[in-house]
């Protein structure tokens, strides 16, 4: 008959919670906390006692931002309540909010005068405060000599300019901000008069003032919004002038940051997804918005959508509006305001620009070079958030609507925009592209506008049939109809259709992909292909945007192992391809990237079983056969070419994109790069390890943070990491390495990641305490006792440099078995674990409290006796030093100590004459000394 599990009781697990605290089982008492407060019918009262539990583990783990989120929670149910706030205060006292700590140790004063535990507190802060006072007064008469030089009519512009940048400065800290907004009248009026000069350069300063004044500041924001009013700040972003356009979305970026709190709600989510990881029961969180908050995010997007079809917005201002869409709007990690998007004409307004052709006199919008790819991406990624199927059925039907309309005007020069349009939508959502491809007459209108004498029309038409050719199944039909067109304009057409047509069959040939069996092509073609698209990459003469074409032609035929073969011995394409990567604009980087991962084999490749691949044959299925030069040596060699051409420049220069999957080409790239251990030092030298930390953080597919957390372990293993990572640079590569502990990760990305952080716990105990604080000891405890001889060893040995923290060295006096398996270490047969072990154990003996728990492991004596008489020098040393620790504590322990072979083996150590063990002879003869003192044994005579 099933049980009925038992659910554990709010106060039983309060009181495990408690219980584990106080053992110093700090992790698991955490996990305690956190599942009482998952239970359902849990009292306010008792709700917030168990947060402000919870508030001290995090304190004693030094989170401190999640002490800060705890408490303030429980202050919400119990104000003023004295340990909540005094648990706050030394949260924002370590986070340097000294204004905070401040206000909640006064606060505290208040509730409780006779309080002692603050008392130290205020004395601390109390003489910060009042410097700050003095700054703030400094800063003051500062805002004001400033705004004096700016107003002042015998100024001329260049010592005005200079006034106004330096109130930018004042305006990032906090002082200089509050500065600025206080007084009468203020300095937000005084920035509102300068945007009504004509000066476009005093205008920006101003903006990015009031830029500054916004950031991280929802009060403030309110002020500024209040002051200016949206409606202004629109009409600045669509002016012409660039930096004034830039500046003012930046401005309206963090308006909507600090009004929305997006920030505070990614965290949250982040959190939900760590808790899950873990197993722990929690809920995810819901984004709220007050009504005031609604009422700015639906004025700034209505005015977003308003913008994308203005004929006054300049293309800047267009393109600005596009990414403030893309970054803020989404349900993903935005204000989710994509629903009340399909209620707009934004889909229109999108398509719309992607459609624009400046030559033809019917288009009204202004648009640049990048405005098409803002379009696709925005497309694309609406599409992708679109929450259900009449979601999606909605925004299908505005698309289709659109390119009804487009393909039905009698005017000839829509049809060439519905075209350019269908482009951007198969780079984008690129299902519905497919299917308005499939309307009536589509295909054959690409044909014919290819087919034409206008070269713009051909560069069109076969850029729509190149991005049409995206997956193997749906372009074999329409590539195979356009061969003749496209081998035609190649051989015909000028070099912006010719390079088009020379991508289109560039795709054509990789239909194989690195399957040696498949050739699509007849012998030699994709050579001559490749070899075509490298003379468009070698000549500098040519713009960035056909070299752009030529990469994206490798990209595809690299694939192919002769190609790749070629290409790496091409210095001057190899050369050429990383300058123009330095150099150029971002649409180049993901095809640049791909080449890369093509040349150096990093793409992801499928684990398919020996077994399989029988049964295939047997079956009489295709199975692709891997190329000679596809080989572990030939890609080997390939991938030092690769990186003493210089390609670590380039890919730092690819990273800075905000695109995670290209983020993730890069990552694959720098992980083929730094398994090769002679390479690591180029990387290093070429500012590859401060890209990689970026790469394990923040941005990128979950894979690639893997693959650059990897290669910062090898980095970390090979380099000293106080010179690679310098500064605050080295505690940022903890997290990284820990998440490589993982037990989905492969047993060798465990290995190399603790093989790293042995060496960060070797540098001093602020690493190791951030080891602590970022719940990496559990992980470190699961790998000593690992089967796998290796993993058990590289755990022993980072817990070596561990237990020289207190706070690690604590948890081994603590009733729980962790000392009895380093003492049993002690005798183990692979002597690297021992030689770990005993050094553990050497500075753990410290404590009185640990040689005593050492007595409670039975083969105690004969494990430590194997340690003195062991053939190594260290082992033997450490031995002999965890026996002078034990004999030290008292004469009862020491009696214990010498009892049966040990006092003859020290004496024999004790007069060895072998200069190497010259250690082990003074350890030895000190352990005797302190038998003498004991009166356990005469002197010597």
């Known amino acids: 008959m099933p049980t009925i599990t038992e659910v554990p009781d709010f106060n039983s697990l309060k009181e495990e919670g408690n219980t584990l605290f106080k053992e110093g089982k700090i992790a698991e008492a955490l996990d305690v906390y956190t599942k009482a407060l998952g239970i359902v019918d849990i009292k306010n009262g008792d709700k917030a006692v168990i947060l402000k539990n919870r508030a001290a583990c995090h304190l004693k783990e030094e989170d401190y931002h999640a002490v800060i989120d705890d408490c303030s929670a429980a202050l919400e149910i119990t104000p003023n309540d004295p340990k909540a706030l005094y648990r706050r205060c030394q949260a924002y006292e ?135 009013g949206l409606q202004k700040m629109v009409t600045f972003m669509s002016v012409k002038h660039d930096g004034l356009c830039t500046s003012t979305a930046l401005l309206i970026q963090n308006l909507i940051t600090a009004i929305s709190a997006v920030p505070e709600y990614r965290k949250k989510v982040q959190h939900y997804q760590d808790e899950r990881k ?57 204000v989710q305001w994509t629903k009340k998007f399909l209620d707009t004409d934004g889909i229109e307004g999108l398509l719309t620009i992607a459609s624009a052709i400046p030559q033809h006199e019917t288009c009204n919008i202004e648009i640049t070079e990048n405005s098409k790819y803002h379009a696709s991406v925005a497309l694309a990624k609406i599409y992708d958030d679109l929450a259900s199927d009449k979601e999606r059925d909605i925004f299908r039907e505005q698309c289709s609507a659109f390119f009804k309309e487009l393909f039905g005007d009698s005017l000839f020069e829509s049809k060439v925009e519905a075209i350019k349009c269908i482009s951007s939508l198969l780079q984008g959502p690129y299902e519905v592209g497919n299917i308005i491809l499939g309307f009536d007459g589509v295909t054959q209108i690409m044909l014919a506008l290819a087919n034409s004498d206008n070269p713009l029309h051909q560069q069109l038409a076969v850029e729509a049939i190149v991005h049409s050719a995206s997956k193997k199944d749906k372009c074999a039909g329409l590539l195979n109809d356009a ?76 694939l192919d192992a002769e190609v790749k073969e070629e290409l790496i011995n091409d210095t001057s394409a190899l050369r050429s391809l990383i300058d123009v990567v330095a150099k150029a604009d971002k649409n180049i980087l993901y095809p640049a990237a791909s080449v890369f991962v093509n040349l150096t084999n990093s793409y992801e ?27 572990p040596e030939p890609v080997k060699q390939r991938v030092h070419k690769l990186a003493k051409a210089g390609v670590v420049t380039a890919l730092v220069a690819i990273a800075t994109t905000d695109s995670p999957n290209t983020r993730e080409q ?21 500012g590859g390890a401060k890209t990689l930390v970026d790469l394990s953080t923040k ?30 640079r080295i505690y940022e590569v903890v997290r990284p390495l820990i998440s490589l502990l993982h037990v989905d990760r492969t047993a060798l990305q465990n290995f190399e990641a603790l093989l790293a952080l042995t060496n960060l716990a070797s540098l001093n105990d602020s690493l190791r305490k951030k080891i602590v604080a970022e719940k990496g000891l559990a992980s470190i405890e699961h790998y000593m006792t690992e089967d796998h001889e290796m993993l058990r060893r590289a755990g022993t040995e980072c817990m070596c440099n561990m237990v020289m923290n207190e706070q690690v060295a604590k948890t081994f006096e603590a009733e729980n078995d962790r ?49 003195v008489v062991s053939e190594n020098v ?10 002078r620790n034990m004999l030290s504590v008292d004469k009862e322990m020491a009696e214990k100590v010498i009892e049966g072979q040990m006092l003859e083996v020290l004496m024999a150590l004790s007069i060895l004459e072998d200069p190497q063990k010259e250690v082990v002879k003074k350890c030895a003869a000190s352990c005797l000394e302190i038998c003498v003192k004991y009166e356990l044994i005469k002197p010597k005579e």
């Open 278 to 334: 873990k197993g722990n029961p929690c809920r995810y969180p819901q984004f709220e918005l007050n009504e005031k908050q609604t009422e700015f995010i639906d004025n700034v997007f209505k005015s977003l959508v308003k913008m994308l079809q203005s004929s006054k917005v300049s293309g800047n201002g267009r393109d600005s509006a596009m990414e403030l869409i893309i970054k803020n709007m989404l349900r993903s990690d935005g």
């Open 666 to 686: 890069v990552s694959r790239i720098f992980s083929a790069i730094t398994a090769e251990e002679d390479l690591r030092g180029i990387v290093v030298q070429q």
């Open 819 to 867: 000392l009895k398996l380093i003492v049993l270490y002690c005798g183990d047969e692979d002597e690297l674990v021992v030689r770990a072990a005993t050094g553990a154990l050497a500075m753990l003996t410290h404590s009185e409290k640990i040689c005593r728990k050492v007595l409670e492991v039975k083969p105690w004596q004969e494990i430590l006796l194997s340690t």
């Open 483 to 558: 061969v003749p067109v496209l081998k035609k304009l190649y051989q015909e057409s000028i070099d912006t259709v010719k390079v088009r047509a020379l991508v289109g069959l560039c795709k054509l040939g990789s239909f194989g992909g690195s399957d040696a069996s498949h050739r699509p092509m007849q012998d030699g073609s994709t050579l001559a292909l490749a070899k075509a698209c490298r003379k468009f990459l070698n000549d500098p003469n040519k713009s960035v945007d056909l070299r752009r074409w030529g990469t994206e032609g490798l990209a595809y035929l690299t």
């Open 699 to 728: 941005n990128n597919t979950d894979a690639g943070k893997i693959l650059a957390s990897w290669s910062l372990a090898r980095i970390t293993i090979t380099a000293n990491p106080e010179t690679t990572f310098p500064g605050q």
């Open 605 to 631: 490749k499928p684990d398919i079983m020996p077994e399989m691949i029988e049964l295939a044959k047997y079956s009489k299925q295709h199975v692709p056969e891997e190329h000679e030069k596809d080989k």
């Open 94 to 228: 370590h986070l340097g909010k000294v204004e905070d700590a401040y206000k909640d140790a006064a606060a505290i004063i208040k509730v409780d005068p006779k309080n002692t535990a603050v008392q130290p507190i205020l004395q601390r802060l109390n003489p910060i405060i009042q410097e700050k006072v003095k700054q703030q007064n400094s800063t003051s008469a500062k805002v004001a000599q400033m705004f004096d030089l700016v107003f002042d009519p015998k100024t001329d512009k260049e010592q005005r300019l200079q006034a106004c940048n330096n109130l930018i400065v004042l305006a990032r800290e906090e002082a200089g901000a509050k500065s600025i907004c206080e007084g009468s009248p203020s300095g937000l009026d005084k920035l509102l008069q300068l945007l009504q000069e004509k000066d476009v350069d005093i205008n920006q300063a101003a903006i990015r003032t009031l830029s500054c004044l916004t950031a991280d500041s929802q009060e403030r924001s309110y002020l500024v919004l209040d002051k200016m």
């Open 874 to 883: 260290e082992i033997q040393h450490r031995g002999c030093y965890v026996l």
